[in-house]
């Protein structure tokens, strides 16, 4: 009986916490005048613009890529300071997601280092391609929305575009077809998938091509 009530007072320990929690993290979204819904669409559009930024076009499966940071940094100076103008933008979603100051600082010393090594021409293009300031603005302000309001999904900053167009269709007639686990993944991986096509297709080509100079150069040389 004794081991029966330990356990019983055990769970509604357990329930209370965890009701206490949910509370907490609907506190403090209220504190900052927000809805869950407006967070997780603010956090897509900060993902827009970082994907944009660091990794328009990336390696299949992963978050490797060149946008339109690397892009602008190919013109001296001017590229340079126009990126970490459209980079305060990343600053500015975080901030109105109520993500303190002191966090973001990385991000912004992140940013100025940018924009001083990218002024190097050709080797600061290269560098570009690894010093994503946008895309670490990401990361703060996700890891903040974990901390301080529960939110834990990442699809919607993984895949933004096309989040937000699946969202759509999922809301559409064909409602039901869409939100199927499966046509969602491949829907997502959309680009992963046409990516791969593309390398393997990409390396077929390179493959015939080496083979037919081989053949060519045995038949003209008899080392065939």
Not at 143 to 169: A, V
Not at 175 to 188: C, E, K, M, Q
């Amino acid at each position: 009986m004794d081991k029966f009530k330990k356990l019983s007072r055990f769970k509604a320990k357990k329930s209370s916490n965890t009701n206490g929690s949910v509370v907490d993290y609907q506190a403090k979204l209220a504190e900052q005048g927000l809805t869950r819904e407006q967070v997780i669409a603010t956090e897509r559009k900060l993902a827009k613009f970082a994907n944009t930024m660091d990794s328009l076009v990336r390696v299949p499966f992963t978050k490797q890529g060149i946008g339109a940071d690397a892009a602008l940094s190919t013109i001296p100076l001017a590229g340079d300071v126009a990126g970490l103008i459209l980079t305060s933008y990343a600053f500015i979603l975080g901030r109105q997601l109520g993500v303190p100051a002191d966090k973001m600082t990385p991000a912004v010393r992140l940013a100025l280092i940018d924009m001083v090594v990218g002024i190097v021409p050709g080797i600061g293009t290269l560098l570009d391609i690894f010093i994503r300031p946008s895309r670490k603005t990401l990361g703060i302000v996700h890891e903040h929305l974990h901390q301080e309001y529960g939110i834990t999904e990442t699809m919607h900053m993984d895949r933004p575009f096309l989040h937000q167009s699946l969202e759509d269709k999922q809301q559409g007639r064909f409602g039901a077809f869409w939100r199927n686990s499966i046509v969602a993944w491949l829907y997502l991986h959309i680009p992963d998938i046409l990516g791969l096509i593309v390398i393997v297709f990409v390396g077929w080509g390179i493959w015939t091509a080496i083979s037919w100079l081989v053949g060519l150069f045995g038949q003209s040389t008899g080392f065939g």
